[in-house]
């Protein structure tokens, strides 16, 4: 079982710069692949950014150059960094953690942080 807590959201202006945090609790950080998620009412929750447990990462188009994601496994955390917010960034963020156990996968989320992107 993971426990997952986002923090960092909050209200910016465009142009302007928010990191996120993501914290996980009860198991092993280190092997599961962490991504970021978005979701905006009457949207899908849509893919931003992820980082495998190699390191690897991968970014929606909309977001490269513009985020950055990274990870602290001694920390047990995971991070993004958004710069330069644009108003369509607006969305609740979510973590998420995902780990292949041979058989199945173990897909684990967080409660999800408000970004607000607006003048």
């Known amino acids: 079982q993971v426990q997952l807590v986002e923090s960092g959201g909050g209200l910016v202006q465009p142009g302007g710069s928010l990191r996120l945090s993501c914290v996980a609790s009860g198991s092993i950080f280190r092997l599961y692949t962490m991504r970021w998620y978005r979701q905006t009412p009457g949207k899908q929750r849509e893919l931003v950014a992820g980082i495998t447990s190699g390191g690897t990462t991968t970014y929606a188009d909309s977001m490269k150059g513009r985020f950055t994601i990274s990870r602290d496994n001694a920390k047990n955390t995971v991070y993004l960094q958004m710069n330069p917010l644009k108003p369509e960034d607006t969305a609740v963020y979510y973590c998420?953690?995902?780990?292949?156990?041979?058989?199945?996968?173990?897909?684990?989320w967080g409660q999800g942080t408000q970004v607000t992107v607006s003048s």
């Open positions: 998420n953690a995902q780990r292949w156990t041979g058989t199945a996968y173990l897909d684990y």
